[in-house]
């Protein structure tokens, strides 16, 4: 009778730890590589192209709606200015999200929150929702997101914000929350990793997602690690800085183009 040897255990079981801690890869504003940064279509292509989850922007419109935009007006990615916080969904909706990105893309809208939401397939994916406007919009979040208590692992929150990110955990304890950061503040100081893990315990919160231009090492990894939070960098976007940080043991990797990151991966 031929015998398994006891390397072959200790492989099977070495894969099974390494698939267990796959990277998370996220779609970042959707497939925008290839499609109009959120937009229907962009997240629909991060699906069909296996995305784990995708990333989406989300601001409070005029009429008290959820608008899923990057920037906190339209001129960049319709080529007409409004403001969003000053337009109705509507007004926003009547806009062409697609054009600027391609000619063949013309038509796409500016989505709302739950269109976007209805794009993820039933038991696959998750998003991870920015919140780039101020705390006035996370009761609306929470009453919109109400229905979604039974998919609530197929969400989590992100914001820079402080502010935003602790009313968030606030009033959707139920869902994960992880503070964004760069590496530098605003006036260019850099962060304070160390104040920055105190902070995020002290809000409650279950993790960080930080840029990456932060000076990744075993050493900033660990102590993220040590405190109990999750850990997960934007926007990566070239195969070495992939597997660079993934050999660091992130959780997750946004990015432009989930296809690339898959093979970078593999
Ligand atoms: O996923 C976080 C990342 O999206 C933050 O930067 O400017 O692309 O929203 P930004
Ligand atoms: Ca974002």
């Known amino acids: 009778m031929n015998v398994i040897p006891p390397a072959f ?5 070495a894969m099974t730890a390494i698939s267990l801690h796959a990277v998370e890869i996220v779609a970042h504003r959707g497939f925008s590589e290839r499609a109009p940064e959120n937009t229907v279509a962009a997240f629909k292509l991060a699906w069909e192209h296996g995305a784990d989850a995708c990333e989406l922007d989300l601001h409070l419109t005029a009429d008290g709606e959820i608008a899923a935009i990057h920037d906190k007006d339209t001129k960049r990615t319709t080529g ?5 916080k000053d ?3 509507a007004e926003l909706r009547a806009l062409d999200a697609g ?3 391609d000619a063949r893309h013309a038509g796409e809208r500016i989505p709302s929150l739950a269109e976007c939401l209805a794009t993820m397939p039933e038991g696959r994916g998750r998003f991870f929702l920015e919140i780039k406007c101020g705390p006035e919009v996370v009761p609306v979040l929470a009453r919109q997101l109400e229905a979604w208590k039974p998919r609530a692992a197929q969400l989590c929150i992100i914001a820079f914000d402080r502010e935003v990110a602790r009313e968030s955990k606030k009033a959707l304890p139920w869902l994960k929350v992880f503070r964004l950061s760069s590496e530098v503040t605003k006036d260019k100081r850099p ?21 990456l231009k932060w000076n990744w090492n075993e050493e900033m990894a660990r102590q993220i690690r040590a405190a109990g939070l999750e850990l997960y960098v934007w926007t990566v976007n ?8 993934a050999a660091l043991g992130v959780d997750g990797i946004t990015t432009d183009d989930p296809v690339m990151l898959r093979e970078a991966l593999k």
């Open 238 to 245: 070239k195969p070495e800085d992939a597997r660079r940080l």
């Open 9 to 13: 255990f200790a492989a099977f079981f």
């Open 191 to 211: 962060v304070d990793l160390a104040a920055l893990i105190a902070d995020t315990k002290a809000d409650g919160l279950d993790g960080l997602d930080l840029g």
């Open 87 to 89: 337009s109705t969904l």
């Open 99 to 101: 054009s600027w990105k």
């Open 80 to 84: 007409v200015l409004k403001v969003v």
